[in-house]
């Protein structure tokens, strides 16, 4: 009756073992995952803001831009160079 104790007791501990060190290596592998993940949105969190500067950049850029096109200065250096009128004594250099 003894030895029949102990080897239930024996399976019994082989069970609770192999059940522990599944459940341990699934959580392993779901952190290493998770990990993983973390490491892959940080890295496109770094390319979106690295597009957003440049975008603010190209904002920027057609906003100076539109006001000189808006400005007097811009009519007349497009007259200066396409219409050919110049004012009188103007040297004019292109």
């Known amino acids: 009756m003894s030895e029949e104790v102990e080897l239930k007791l024996k399976r019994r501990i082989q069970i609770i073992v192999v059940t522990a060190m599944s459940l341990f ?9 998770q990990f993983a993940i973390r490491i892959h949105q940080d890295a496109q969190i770094r390319a979106l803001a690295k597009a957003n500067r440049q975008l603010d950049q190209k904002i920027e850029q057609a906003q100076l831009d539109k006001d000189y096109y808006d400005s007097h200065e ?7 160079r396409h219409l050919n009128g110049g004012r009188p004594g103007d040297i004019v250099v292109l």
Do not use: I
């Open 25 to 33: 290596f699934v959580l392993v592998t779901v952190v290493v995952f």
């Open 74 to 80: 811009f009519k007349y250096d497009y007259a200066l």
